[in-house]
Nanobody, 124 residues
Framework: QVQLVESGGGLGQAGGSLRLPCVAS????????MGWFRQAPGTDREFVAA????????YYIDPVKGRFTISRDNARNTVALQMNSVKPEDTAVYYC?????????????????WGQGTLVTVSS
């Protein structure tokens, strides 16, 4: 089992920044690629960003490219999503997730463990 706990959500203003850390416990963190997903009210959960086991590869959806950065620290069992230049359309519950394996994935069905989510609200 891997337990994931996100934090850092809250209210932000358009153009501002938020940082979402996610701390993992349980099994060996470096055995897992990590991802961030989000779900806005009335919509399906969508993939946002992912990072490979050692941070060597990452991937973002187009709407967040150049604004969001995913990073990880295997020594601290932490993955983080740095959100810059946030927009009202970034408002959602953000989830971190762990996918057993070295390569990153954009497919939510491949993720084995999920955090409880943290709400990000961006005002205009």
């Amino acid at each position: 089992q891997v337990q994931l706990v996100e934090s850092g959500g809250g209210l932000g203003q358009a153009g501002g920044s938020l940082r979402l850390p996610c701390v993992a416990s349980g099994r060996t963190f470096s055995n897992y690629a990590m991802g961030w997903f989000r779900q806005a009210p009335g919509t399906d959960r969508e993939f946002v960003a992912a990072i490979s086991w050692n941070g060597g590869n990452n991937y973002y959806i187009d709407p967040v490219k150049g604004r969001f950065t995913i990073s990880r620290d295997n020594a601290r069992n932490t993955v983080a999503l740095q959100m810059n230049s946030v927009k009202p359309e970034d408002t959602a519950v953000y989830y971190c997730a762990a996918h057993w394996g070295l390569a990153l994935s954009t497919d939510s069905n491949l993720y084995d463990y999920w955090g409880q989510g943290t709400l990000v609200t961006v005002s205009s």
